[in-house]
Nanobody, 124 residues
Framework: QVQLVESGGGLVQPGGSLRLSCAAS????????MGWFRQAPGKQRDMVAT???????NYADSVKGRFTISRDNAKNTVYLEMNNLEPEDTAVYYC??????????????????WGQGTQVIVSS
């Protein structure tokens, strides 16, 4: 089994910063894409940022220039540095990972796993 454990959420004033972390643990062969998504009350879950193994990144337009995603492959951890936070960033933030597991001799399966979510509230 693979587990993703997030940390770093909380309450912050507009213009402030937070850093989210998400560590993967368990038995797996490799972690491919990792990413952060968020879901505000009454809204769908949207992509915030993604990062592949090589470090190439992709961001939602609403967070470009304010958020930075990074990963430490040795620690199986993905981070989201959030700066200049706005009230509109308030949401539950979820990390996700595309994980390759071994299912047999030279056989692999890729599955997407999600963290439990961490609340971010931006309010004065």
């Amino acid at each position: 089994q693979v587990q993703l454990v997030e940390s770093g959420g909380g309450l912050v004033q507009p213009g402030g910063s937070l850093r989210l972390s998400c560590a993967a643990s368990g038995s797996f062969f490799r972690i491919d894409n990792m990413g952060w998504f968020r879901q505000a009350p009454g809204k769908q879950r949207d992509m915030v940022a993604t990062i592949i193994v090589s470090g190439s990144t992709n961001y939602a337009d609403s967070v470009k220039g304010r958020f930075t995603i990074s990963r430490d492959n040795a620690k199986n951890t993905v981070y989201l540095e959030m700066n200049n936070l706005e009230p509109e960033d308030t949401a539950v933030y979820y990390c996700s990972a595309a994980v390759m597991t071994v299912i047999g001799p030279s056989k692999y399966r890729q599955s997407t796993y999600w963290g439990q979510g961490t609340q971010v509230i931006v309010s004065s």
